[in-house]
């Protein structure tokens, strides 16, 4: 059983990981929006989240996505 603990607090923290890269992303974009290391993060994290995170859990990419772009005020078009 500790097993299974530890694989779901290890994949907990890679999704954490990721929407804490993917909000950091989206601050950098909004003051800077040609900043190629924030493009290059966002879209890595778009692509884990439409891909990916199936792997770790069973929530919406996108709804993730969405949340975060709000709460940063984040508008990409």
């Known amino acids: 059983m500790a097993y299974m603990e530890s694989y779901e607090q290890l ?7 990721a929407v ?7 601050k ?11 493009l290059w993060s966002k879209a ?6 439409r891909n ?6 069973n929530l919406d990419g996108e709804k993730i ?4 772009q709000e709460q940063v ?3 990409d078009g």
Request: glycine share 4%; hydrophobic share 35%.
């Open 11 to 17: 994949a907990f923290a890679i999704v954490k990981l």
């Open 20 to 26: 804490e890269d993917y909000r950091s992303a989206l």
């Open 28 to 38: 950098r974009l909004k003051r800077h929006s040609n900043d190629q290391q924030a």
């Open 44 to 49: 890595d994290c778009e692509r884990f989240f």
């Open 52 to 57: 990916d995170i199936g792997t770790y859990c």
């Open 65 to 68: 996505m969405r949340a975060v």
């Open 73 to 75: 005020g984040y508008n």
